[in-house]
């Protein structure tokens, strides 16, 4: 067992001096019996402060010099287990030398005058040039003109340690001047993120590091109190999921190995502190996180994503080169502080966590250690804070709604003149009917009191359910009402599979049920791809049909602009709408080909998915009815705006309610909606009755009002063949729970405390038990919940696993049922505590006699699904074959329609520009001959974008290549000085517009993807000003107005009516020709 660090409470941590190791080492056992390990920080992993002198060990009395002693370090003894420090462990030294170390200076070769940002950028250009970081430290001087991005690469390429080499695409130029800044902008903050790789390189440091480029995104409380660059997001592979490689070992000795290194980097990442870019970074908490990657079956030789679980570290900045000690009066800093990045002050982890999670408080030192420590999320949630409440317009209501239980979990109640002023804040012209937030130690849903219209009044109550845990709310920040979400017009929603096997099951006719879903498809198909035959024919109807299935609003509500990468947008849909939008047309061969691979996959995302709309179906936010006008089984159910090819404000009649996950039978419910006009203000949500002994929003799948969201069907035919099933308790499956409280910590490490005292004072026969050191009950806390959050988790085995179990059996059988109930535990594993992992769950599936292996359905198996006649075991199967046969019906018609063997490359428009703006003499050819050898040089790297580990890294190095290809001396003054000024004036010069029309020209054919990467955005202005008509004109717009613009549906279908009826006339005319 490791020996615990000492230390005193946190009050004193921030002026401990560095450990004297001799004097330590003499209060110990002899020196052959002894191993030390000497760290410089402080109990917790701290960064010992370096304004504070030495001398303090000699300032006072044994009981306080011990104190002040061994605060400054942690000292472990020779009883710590394998693998608590970096060198010890199946790791070896492979976490030793894992960061960088760099800290950029400036040009009178000192540091603190260069912004954080500086440092990150060179260090992150650096990593990705694979530049020596030792030259690095010794040779770079930055100049103070660090704010122009552009002009700071530019210094690095004229560098020798970054000659020739390839740079990173550049930061967002509105992060980085955010950046440079407060590092706040509004509600939006910088973000600095690391991805970990692990190195396969035997004997090199385990992790590979890259930064990644800046971005703007929602804050969080954390970074609204301490200030953005003191935050950075740590992405590592989950050692658990995807343990470090070149572990030596098989079978379970392979098995312990790989849990003695997740231990040994539990206890590096959260033990210690980290050196990076000149500041100390300390660990603070971690939380799942997963990407997908794509790759090449090579069976199927069809490309699919896999997962990868990651582990998302937050790491804080406690200590730094230019950071300074709080003031004795100081607790932390002013909260000022945290927009000016230049004055920064030490701060510890322990009174880090003491203001985000109120460590002091009884209340919640009584909690469990783990769910304690996922309570963190609420503090890391991005939000838009709004309003800052008094405290005494924040009552704490003592009871819960419902007398038998709690029918309102997890929801509020918020005056209409509160929610006002907020929607005021969020910029909403609407009010909604409730807000999901956090305040405080409170999260959930906070619904508009409809009773208290009259009441003028500020105020905001919270429920016993929303109190997650105590703070002090003295502080603004945790008055602060930090908005998450809130309820929009509903739109029509998608069937997922899970819903589908509950509807089939619970039918009272399946093959009614089934005709329904059959009905339904054929409909969703149509509007999804089908449509696309008759739009294709016309740019603006197939713009209507890209708005309509392709674009992606998510992508320009984020940003508010269509992201670009290189010389054309990111996405394939954005493309094929600016292609159109500036006047091109499927006659475009490249055009053509983006659409029919658009088409293809979005074929196959319907066909996988099994996507099946129903227009009388919606997912709303759940809400209780505080006015207790529902009765049981009832629901109330306004639309702000009617649902489309409907024309009801209100649901009302039979509808079902559900909520996923759905793992059983009940958790479908049929229930009543019904008109109660006294509710008309509550719009967009689904609120269910308060009476009756259990809540509605438990009976489907467990939920709860904190910001669940319910899946309503009222779909007549689809609901009057649907039956409820009673609602299953199942026992209780005697799963284990880590049951250690933060209290427990606190008074295990002061018996440690005393324990150590005695030994190093044995001339003193008693030492008085101090009270519960919180510093080092902080360290223990952190790496206790460390190691439960990085353990293996086992909610994605155990659901595939029941998935295919309820289609080799039924929804309803024993077992079904009892994974159901596994399941439902496993959900909320992290915050109970709940010890299941692989042996535990071959236990499980012993003791309940489930098979060790489950075949894979059909569904499931891309090769079948592709054959004709695939097995139909269940609904799924049934549902994937008539999908399957309609779209490839469906892909062999557009594929005629669409024809692009006889489509066209070039495009006159362009193509004729070049022979205007080039005379064809000797000068005219000598200038050619120069600038398409340079693009020639950029077009033959253009392959290597093909298996690139970063694609988008890889095509924007290219860009900057073609970029900077500039005319020589000679030919220079043939292009007139441009009046664009800002970002755009290296893109639309001139020259720019002649060198995209040369490279379209030449490459277009051969290289289509490599002509529109670099030179779309020229190419699609090219053309749109050679589009114009006689008394109207190309328009250009900004990119933020350009992704607010739509297309008007309204006109394009008028229009398309108007076709119609002149190509009727048309057709009625000929018919009156041929006849005479």
């Not at 040779?139 to 020798?160: A, H, M, V, Y």
């Not at 480029?213 to 050692?239: C, K, Q, T, Y």
């Not at 080039?918 to 033959?940: C, H, W, Y």
Request: proline letters at 5%.
């Amino acid at each position: 067992m490791i020996g615990q660090a000492f230390g005193q409470a946190a009050r004193k941590e921030d002026g401990a001096s560095r450990l004297d190791q001799s004097r330590i080492s003499s209060s110990f056992e002899p020196a052959s019996k002894r191993r030390q390990i000497v760290y410089e920080s402080d109990p917790e992993g701290g960064s010992t402060p370096k304004h504070t002198p030495d001398s303090l060990l000699e300032s006072f009395d044994d009981n306080l010099r011990l104190n002040t002693l061994l605060e400054g370090d942690l000292v472990y003894t020779e009883s710590r287990a394998a693998g608590d420090d970096e060198g010890d462990g199946p790791l070896g030294d492979r976490l030793l030398g894992v960061w960088p170390r760099f800290q950029a200076k400036g040009a009178d070769g000192k540091h603190w005058d260069v912004p954080f940002v500086v440092s990150w950028e060179i260090c992150r250009i650096a990593l990705h040039c694979d530049v020596d970081f030792r030259a690095l430290r010794t040779t770079l001087i930055i100049s103070e003109d660090w704010g122009d991005q552009d002009l700071l690469r530019q210094r690095l390429k004229e560098s020798n340690l970054f000659k020739d080499k390839s740079f990173p695409s550049k930061n967002d130029a509105a992060a980085w001047k955010v950046a440079l800044g407060s590092g706040r902008k509004e509600e939006k903050a910088v973000t600095y993120a690391i991805d970990f790789s692990y190195n396969q390189k035997p004997g090199k440091p385990l992790y590979d590091v890259h930064l990644r480029p800046l971005v703007l995104d929602l804050s969080h409380r954390m970074i609204r109190r301490f200030g953005a660059d003191r935050w950075i997001e740590l992405n590592i592979p989950s050692p658990a999921a995807h343990p470090p490689p070149q572990l030596a070992g098989r079978g379970q000795d392979q098995t312990r190995l790989q849990s003695q290194a997740r231990l040994q980097l539990v206890k590096w990442l959260t033990g210690k502190d980290h050196r990076f870019l000149g500041r100390s970074w300390t660990a603070v908490f971690v939380s799942d996180e997963s990407k997908k990657k794509t790759k090449l079956d090579p069976v199927t030789q069809v490309k699919v994503s896999e997962q990868i679980n990651m582990k998302r570290v937050r790491l804080f900045a406690t200590n730094g080169d230019t950071f300074r000690p709080l003031a004795p009066e100081q607790e932390l800093p002013h909260h000022s502080s945290a927009f000016d990045q230049s004055d920064r002050q030490i701060v510890c982890r322990t009174k880090l966590l003491q203001w985000a999670l109120g460590l002091n408080a009884s209340e919640n030192q009584k909690q469990l250690a783990v769910k304690l420590f996922a309570r963190l999320q609420l503090v890391f949630s991005r939000t838009i804070p709004t309003v800052v409440l008094e405290e005494g317009q924040i009552e704490h209501v003592g009871e819960q709604i419902g007398s038998h239980a709690d029918m309102a979990d997890g929801a509020g109640t918020i005056s209409p003149a509160l929610a006002k002023i907020v929607a005021k804040k969020l910029g909403l012209s609407e009010v909604p009917c409730a807000f999901q937030a956090r305040i405080g130690g409170c999260k959930g849903m906070w619904c508009i009191d409809i009773n208290s219209n009259a009441d003028h009044r500020i105020w905001l109550k919270t429920f016993p359910s929303q109190r997650k845990f105590m703070c002090d709310y003295g502080d603004p920040l945790h008055r602060t009402f930090d908005v998450r979400d809130w309820p929009k017009p509903l739109t029509s929603a998608t069937l997922n599979p899970q819903f589908t096997i509950i509807l089939d099951n619970n039918a009272i006719d399946k093959q009614a049920m089934r005709q329904q879903l059959e009905i339904h498809l054929e409909e969703s198909l149509k509007v999804e791809l089908t449509s696309v035959l008759d739009d294709m024919h016309h740019t603006r109807d197939l713009r209507a049909w890209l708005k309509r299935v392709g674009i992606s609003s998510s992508e320009r509500s984020t940003h508010g602009y269509v992201k670009y990468l290189a010389g054309a947008p990111k996405s394939s849909e954005e493309e094929i709408a600016v292609m159109l939008d500036s006047g091109f047309n499927l006659n475009q061969k490249y055009l053509a080909d983006q659409l029919e691979d658009l088409v293809k996959r979005r074929s196959e995302w319907l066909r996988d998915k099994l996507k099946v709309s129903i227009p009388n179906s919606t997912y709303a936010f759940m809400l209780p009815d505080f006015t207790g006008s529902l009765k049981e089984g009832e629901v109330s159910v306004c639309l702000s705006q009617p649902l489309k090819g409907g024309d009801d404000h209100w649901l009302e009649g039979d509808l079902l309610v559900g909520r996923s996950p759905a793992h059983y039978p009940s958790d479908l419910q049929k229930v009543q909606a019904t008109v109660i006009p006294e509710l008309r203000r509550l719009k967009d949500v689904v609120l269910f009755s308060i009476h009756g002994h259990v809540s509605l929003a438990d009976k489907i799948s467990g939920g709860d009002f904190d910001g669940d969201i319910a899946w309503l069907l009222w779909e007549s035919e689809m609901v009057k063949q649907f039956r409820n099933e009673n609602v299953v308790v199942q026992s209780d499956l005697g799963l284990e729970h880590d049951t250690t409280t933060f209290q427990h910590i606190l008074v295990t490490e002061s018996r440690k405390d005393v324990m150590s005292r005695r030994q190093l004072f044995p001339e003193k026969s008693s030492c008085k038990k101090r009270g519960p050191t919180l510093a080092q009950a902080v360290t223990r806390f952190v790496e206790h919940a460390f190691d439960f959050n990085t353990r293996e988790v086992m909610l994605g085995k155990c659901t595939k696993f029941k998935d295919r179990l309820t289609y080799h059996r039924s929804l309803k059988d024993s077992k079904v049922m009892k994974m159901g109930k596994l399941l439902s535990l496993l959900v909320d594993a992290p915050k109970q505590g709940t010890l299941f992992y692989s042996a535990e769950w071959d236990k499980f599936r012993r003791d309940n006699s489930l098979p060790t292996h489950t075949d894979k359905p059909a569904y499931e198996n891309k090769a079948m699904c592709l054959q004709q006649g695939m097995p139909q075991k269940n609904v799924l199967d049934w549902l994937t074959g008539k999908m399957n046969e309609k779209i490839l019906q469906f892909q062999s018609e557009f594929s005629a329609a669409l024809n692009t063997e006889h489509r066209l490359y070039p495009d006159p428009d362009i193509s004729r520009l070049v022979k205007l703006r080039i005379p064809d003499n000797e000068p005219g050819r000598r200038f050619m001959t120069q600038l398409k050898r340079e693009i020639e040089a950029v077009s033959e790297s253009w392959p290597l974008t093909r298996n690139a580990k970063d694609y988008s890294q890889t095509v924007a190095t290219l860009y900057d290549q073609w970029v900077a290809i500039r005319p020589s001396a000679e030919f220079a003054p043939e292009f007139t000085p441009t009046f664009i000024t800002g970002p755009n004036k290296r893109h639309d010069d001139d020259f720019s517009l002649l060198k995209a029309a040369v490279t379209f020209d030449r490459w277009a054919v051969p290289k289509p993807r490599f002509v529109w990467r670099m030179a779309g955005r020229q190419i699609c202005r090219l053309k749109a000003l050679a589009s114009g008509i006689e008394d109207s004109a190309p328009v250009l717009v900004t990119p933020f107005m350009y992704a607010a613009l739509q297309p008007d549906q309204k006109l394009i279908k008028r229009q398309a009516l108007l076709r119609q009826v002149g190509e009727a006339e048309r057709g009625e005319s000929e018919s009156d020709c041929d006849g005479f």
